[in-house]
């Protein structure tokens, strides 16, 4: 697995951007502002905030908008990525077992795999997700909720042989995935500690594809893992780039006018 990049449009500047803040929630100027950044003219922001409010993903708030739905559950995801709180491992494994039946809609079937993926599960074979029991039982309500309407569910199974981590999940990908990310944020950290705007447009990209790959970091307990994962690396050198990023952006938002709430 290596970084992704999705190119920059009016609705991800505006998702990522509200993503990022706590809460999610800033003034149209600041959107308008920060999709300019881009070269979004603001018209077609303007009109991407519309569509984002017919959809359901933002609602109107006074002089601003603020993140609902979809997206606001996206950002509890993504924050409980960039924490990675895991529990002792006892040795047990949480399986998922897909209920036999009629054919499923196809659009069933990718919501069960979202949200199995969601509950950081992965696919041992056709109809059979697991994981080490080592995460949160109360994590993802929203993704374990659809998963209980396809999927009997045992909490805490020992399995004898227990399966090899590198079968069930691409460790060897995420990893390096993992590094080359990192080795993108180290190359930008000096340029934003300096204060140097000209790196927003290109730090706002890598930005986004940290966070989505930590998204598919499968939290297994340390004994499951490579001696030499990257997991703990990445998120302590994305904590200190987030700090110098958000710093930086918002001195620009100060000087070309835009409101930050």
Not at 101 to 123: E, I, K, N, T, Y
Not at 206 to 224: I, K, M
């Amino acid at each position: 697995m290596f970084p992704d990049r999705k190119p920059l449009t009016a609705r991800s500047v505006i998702a990522s951007t509200l993503l990022g803040v706590d809460p999610p929630r800033l003034s149209t100027g600041t959107l308008v502002r920060t999709g300019e950044l881009f070269g979004i003219a603001p018209g077609t922001t303007r009109v991407a905030l519309s569509r984002m409010v017919a959809a359901g993903d933002l609602v109107s708030d006074g002089d601003g908008y603020r993140l609902v739905g979809r997206l606001l559950e996206r950002q509890a995801r993504q924050q409980a990525s960039r924490d990675a709180t895991t529990l002792p491992w006892d040795g047990t494994w949480e399986l998922a077992f897909v209920r036999s039946g009629g054919p499923r809609a196809a659009d069933v079937r990718a919501s069960l795999r979202r949200a199995l993926a969601d509950l950081r599960l992965g696919q041992l074979r056709e109809g059979v997700w697991l994981r080490p029991t080592n995460l949160p039982a109360d994590r993802s309500p929203e993704a374990r909720a659809v998963a209980a309407t396809q999927c009997l569910r045992v909490a805490a199974a020992r399995i004898e042989p227990a399966p090899d981590p590198a079968d069930v999940w691409d460790l060897d990908g995420w990893a390096t995935g993992a590094r080359l990310l990192g080795e993108e944020l180290a190359t930008i950290l000096p340029r934003l500690e300096a204060g140097d705007t000209g790196v927003l447009a290109e730090g706002f990209v890598v930005s986004a594809a940290v966070l989505r790959h930590l998204q598919h970091d499968p939290l297994l307990p340390n004994e499951l893992l490579p001696a030499d994962w990257p997991g703990g690396d990445l998120r302590r050198r994305y904590d200190r780039y987030d700090t110098a990023f958000r710093a930086v952006l918002s001195d620009w938002h100060r000087r070309h006018g835009a409101l930050s709430r």
